[in-house]
Structures are given as C-alpha cells and as structure tokens.
C-alpha cells in the first residue's frame, strides 16, 4: 500500500497547533484556564534559570499572555491541579494523570536507587530518617536535614546523603513537592500533598502503557515509537515499538510520511483521521520562545522539521560561541525566524535587547520589526520590566 505523506508546511502547522503556538488565543491564564493549557501540553518543563523569565513561565506565557508565575504556584500548592515529579526533567503535570506515574515511580525506584549510589554514594542510611522526621515535623527542604552533612565541591549537583534520600524518595513517589520556595523545593509526605482518590487509583502496567503511548501521539500529532517513548519517559522505547505493531496491525494507527524541511521524508505514526483535519492556519505573531519550549526540546525533531538548528552554548568557550550562550528561539507563524539574546534588569525595571540573529534565508523589513518590538513590549511585562532598551547594532547578519 502507498504510504500517504504529509507535506512539510502542514506537517508543521499541525505540530505546533498541538503544542499551542500556531493560533493567538484568549485565556486568563489562571485556574482552570491554566489547568487546560497544561493538560493540552501533557506537562511543563521547570527550569531555574531566570535571566529573563524561568522557562515554565515563558512556555506558559506564550500560549496565555495574561499569566503571570504566582498563577502557576497556586496551581501547585493551593489548588492541587498538578504535580511535580519527572519527565524528561522535572515538570507540572496535570494531577489526574498521577496514577499512571505510578509505574515511573517503580521504575525509578530501581533505577534511581543504582544510579544515586554510583553517583552520590551512601544514602539509604538515611531514607528511614528523612521519612519519619517529615512525618514528625511537617514539610521542609532539604536544609532541615543536612546539617553537619558533607556536601560535595564541584557544583550546584552535589547532593548530601539527605538531599539525595529526599530526591529518591521524591522520584519513588513515597514524598512529593508540597511548594517550591523560590526554586527551593519542600518536600512532604505524598498523602499530605496528593488529593486522596488519586493517590488510591491505580492502573496496570499495561493499562498505563496504552494510555502514555496514545496521550503522547495524541499531543504530537505525529510520531516514531521512539518518539512516542521519549514524551513521557515512562515507557520503555521496546514498549513503544510494541505498541504501535499492535495498533497499526489492528488499524487504530496508520502510517505516514512526513515531509522534512530538507524535502526527505519520515516515516511517523498517527491517528487515521490526521489527513482529514483541516491545515490551521497560523497568526503572524513573533514569539520569543522558551529554549526548553516543548514544541523545541527534541533538538534533532526541531532542525528535521523546521531547519532550525538549536542547542544552548554553555559548554563553548566564549570566542567560539556563534550566539550568547542562553538565547531565545524566536518564531513567527510556522517558522523559526531566528534567535534573540535578551536580559532582564529588573533594579533598574529594563529588559535589555543586545542582539537579534536572523536565519539564514529570512528577510528582514520594517514589518517583521514592528512585530518582534511589539513581542519585547508585550515580554518585558512578564520580566518586570517598565520598559525595553536596545542595543546599537543589535541586528546582527547571518
């Protein structure tokens, strides 16, 4: 049978209408509001790094501008909509799927528990300890528990036997992330922090692996089994590629060609209804996005897909660095337009434009401009900013 194929600009619409980034949309950005966009999302990446804004804000913002962080935090630990725990990296996630992160938890009890040992030695010793003085004292952060303990001297990564306990039994699921304060996580015992009829549900392995397969291509649009398995990291890529056999020999999945940015094609699963949903059709809105936007994190999915070659630069020393070493993806309806190096100053309420690079082949005119300025105007709100100052020269060739 011929395998239908997806052309390269509708594939591309389609993707980003599903991370939310391909239509201008009203919303509060708060409540239940909020709750949709991060269940559409399936999680939101947290990040600590906050030159201009945390990258859970910025993915957050650029799908509701009127979010702000203190919006997240009372989804967190007021209202319980969501749950932090682990992805790819730490992330909110909507809280009805907590039974389903049962089965990571499991896995990384195992796993993390030979991991831990191996990088941060000796810290089973201290599991008992951790567990009852929580349920003695309440929650805390890791500093309740450490002192006199000896931290390592190479980084921000060198946990103490408590510290390490606390993330174990954090990525176990025996505790959970209460709040964060400032980015500092308190830890508490999961009953005391996850309604009571999710912490009770569960599902079977199986069950659960039918569900991460199915949500992620869902929120994709298109995918590889590998694809698929990466979305969550919950499922095995061996689970995944079984999966999708079942499904496409029982006709619930087709497969599909994707058109490349570079003209080759992939073959990727979908749904069968994928060829039939109408192409969206984008605003011409610039976004400044998050470098950890979901939309972007598969780096490799990103430069096949869009062309657009992404990776941050922390590890380059400086005169090699083509770009800062922490610059934001900036896209403009279906394309990536190129990548802008933006600080906050937040003691002297500005945000700093030093340099705007445009990809190779994009052309820049006074319409683009206006876009992009109106996009620093609309940002500096989120940064706390009163205004924006921009560099001479900040315009730089390709």
Known sequence: MTVPVLQNTPARRLFLDRHGLIKTTAGSGRGADLAGVIHNLGFVQLDSVNTLARAHDLILWSRRQQYRPAHLNIAHSRDRAVFEHWTHDAAAIPMEFYPHWKLKFDRDAINMRKRYKNWRGDFEHRLDDVMNHIAKNGSCGSGALSEGEKKGSTGWWDWNPSKTAMEYLWRSGRLAIARRDGFRKIYDL???VIPADMLAK??????????????????????????IAAFWDIVTPAEAKAWCQRALADGTLIEIDIAQNDGALRRSFAWPETLDIPTPTPSNRVRILSPFDPALRDRKRAERLFGFHFRIEIFVPEAKRKYAYYVFPVLEGDTLIGRIDIKADRPNNTLNLTSFWPETGVRWGKGRETRLMAELDRIAKLAECDHVNIADGWLKQT
């Open 190 to 192: 999961s009953e005391n």
């Open 202 to 227: 569960t599902h079977s392995t199986d069950d659960t692996i039918d569900w991460c397969c199915r949500q992620a291509l869902t929120r994709l649009g298109f995918a590889t089994s590998g694809e």
